[in-house]
């Protein structure tokens, strides 16, 4: 896929108001079983379960990697709703906090850009299972913003 | 917990984690993990790349979620071969800091060392490199809590 071709598919996405279109555009994302809906002024990402996201069957609970996957994924869905975002934002870090054991069942999340930087942009994101007020996971993470 | 006057038996731990890792852990399967090297407080793994783990399609590298889990998945190894006696343990934070741009369809290994361990916390250091591991790709800082519920798949898969 060229540059151009990913720039237009990802626009496409955002202002035809279907983000969750841009899973199709991340192998990755359809590798963890990700889909994106809009619920008010947020997106929230849904890891559908499935059993080869298990990292401790004997718990049993999710893979530390998942919720990782996941998190990153939600703050680069949140970024490309941006219009200022043209290209895949580059990741500089992540920093992810473990919660809870997470279950073997559907996993949600969804992020927040605290600062929109020239240079860089600082997401937070956190996931959650059942009950939103018990997060099983957040983030923290850096972003480079590319040019042109 | 460790004893350094016990020799560490590499041939063990290497068994451990191609079975425990591979075989007991349905996401280290999923991503094709790959063990290269153990020794005491020390694990190297590999991640391929495949079409179906990449983050950017135009430039064709790996997703950072899939670079997350391999980190993971090698500091968490690292705690193992630094015990004597494998308890469960769990991820309590991971930091992750991409020090350059991976290069497309490149498969990427890490390198984890578990250089404190205490009575609750074990603590970890890695990085992440293609070929050479003087040229890093990114590097991590972790920490374990130590004696969580459940059973480790490193005890059952340590025949």
């Known amino acids: 896929m060229t540059a151009d071709e990913l720039r237009a598919r990802l626009a496409e996405a955002r202002d035809g108001g279907a983000p969750g279109r841009f899973v199709e555009a991340i192998p990755f994302a359809r590798f963890l079983g990700l889909s994106v809906e809009a619920r008010g002024d947020e997106l929230v990402t849904t890891m559908r379960y499935d059993p080869k996201l298990v990292g401790n069957p004997s718990v049993p609970a999710l893979h530390g990697g998942t919720m990782g996957g996941l998190l990153e994924s939600a703050a680069i869905f949140a970024l490309l709703l941006a219009p200022e975002t043209t290209g895949m934002p580059r990741i500089i870090n992540i920093t992810v906090d473990y919660l809870r054991s997470a279950r073997p069942i559907d996993t949600h999340a969804a992020a927040v850009i605290t600062k929109q930087g020239r240079r860089v942009t600082t997401v937070q994101a956190h996931a959650w299972q059942e009950d939103r007020q018990k997060p099983v996971a957040s983030a923290h993470l850096h972003f480079l913003v590319q040019e042109g | 917990m460790t004893d350094p006057d016990r020799p560490f038996d590499r ?7 191609a079975s425990a890792f591979r075989n007991l852990v349905p996401y280290n399967a999923a991503l094709d993990l790959e063990a290269l090297d153990a020794d005491r407080g020390l694990a190297v793994m590999r991640l391929p790349w495949r079409a179906d783990l990449v983050g950017d399609p ?9 670079i997350t889990a391999l980190m993971d998945a090698c500091s968490g190894a690292s705690v193992f071969f630094a015990m004597n006696e494998a308890v469960p343990i769990a991820t309590l934070d991971l930091r992750i800091d991409y020090l350059r741009p991976a290069e497309p369809r490149k498969a990427v290994i890490a390198r984890a060392e578990c250089f404190k361990i205490g009575k609750n916390v074990a603590f970890t250091r890695a990085i992440a490199f293609h070929e050479d591991a003087s040229d890093p790709i990114a590097s991590a800082a972790g920490t374990f809590m130590l004696a969580t519920k459940g059973d480790t798949v490193m005890r059952r898969g340590g025949a």
């Open chain 2, 58 to 66: 135009v430039r064709e590298i790996l997703h950072g979620g899939a």
């Open chain 2, 11 to 17: 041939e063990r731990a290497m068994s451990v984690m």
